[in-house]
């Protein structure tokens, strides 16, 4: 089992910077697969970013490349997602996500979830 808790978001101005974290618990925490998605408002959830447990490897949305910089500390069991030069259409719940195994954007081979938290760009 994993545990996942998210905190960082909050509400910021269009151009603005935020950090979200993710704490992660659990036995196979440290070795785990972990991503990002996010669901705004009326729409389907989608994939962010993610990462290998390594940390080697790291894999973006288009809409995430150049602005959003995946992350993890291991030793803190704790992945980071930056997001920089946000824009209102990065409105939405962010999720921190996990599994075991190999990359995908696929929601649903995730097996685990946080809570979610808001981040809200204003314009």
């Known amino acids: 089992q994993v545990q996942l808790v998210e905190s960082g978001g909050g509400l910021v101005q269009a151009g603005g910077s935020l950090r979200l974290s993710c704490a992660a618990s659990g036995r196979t925490s440290s070795s785990a697969f972990m991503a990002w998605f996010r669901q705004a408002p009326g729409k389907e959830r989608e994939f962010v970013a993610a990462i290998r447990s390594s940390g080697a490897m790291t894999y973006y949305a288009d809409s995430a490349k150049g602005r959003c910089t995946i992350s993890r500390d291991n030793a803190k069991n704790t992945v980071y997602l930056q997001m920089n030069s946000l824009k209102p259409e990065d409105t939405a719940v962010y999720y921190c996500?996990?599994?075991?195994?190999?990359?995908?954007?696929?929601?649903?081979?995730?097996?685990?979830w946080g809570q979610g938290t808001q981040v809200t760009v204003s314009s």
């Open positions: 996500a996990a599994k075991i195994g190999g990359y995908t954007k696929y929601d649903g081979a995730y097996d685990y």
